[in-house]
């Protein structure tokens, strides 16, 4: 019973925090002009990835390794982006 009554306090403290009864209080995001670290990180890994695979094809798929290929696309991607 008490595991109900938890539930109907955490939606009623829902409502009191909404932001139709606190007009100050906005989720519209579109105005954050600045990416999420996560994102930014998801960037650069795809850029590697990428690169890497470059790397791969480049050689033929044959005389070297997918840790090597990320390695060196890895160290190409960051000197660019310190650049």
């Known amino acids: 019973m008490s595991k109900?009554?938890?539930g109907t306090e955490t939606t009623?403290?829902?409502k009191k925090t909404s932001p139709a009864k606190n007009p100050g209080v906005?989720?519209?995001v579109s105005?954050?002009?600045t990416p999420r670290p996560a994102?930014?990180?998801e960037s650069l890994e795809q850029k590697i990835r990428v690169r890497a695979?470059?790397?791969y094809?480049?050689?033929g798929g044959s005389n070297g390794s997918p840790e090597g290929d990320w390695l060196r696309a890895e160290a190409e991607?960051?000197?660019k982006r310190s650049a």
């Open 39 to 41: 994102l930014i990180f």
């Open 12 to 14: 009623s403290s829902a």
């Open 4 to 6: 109900a009554r938890r």
């Open 53 to 55: 695979y470059e790397l």
């Open 77 to 79: 991607i960051r000197t």
């Open 31 to 33: 105005s954050v002009s």
């Open 57 to 59: 094809l480049a050689r």
């Open 26 to 28: 906005t989720a519209d």
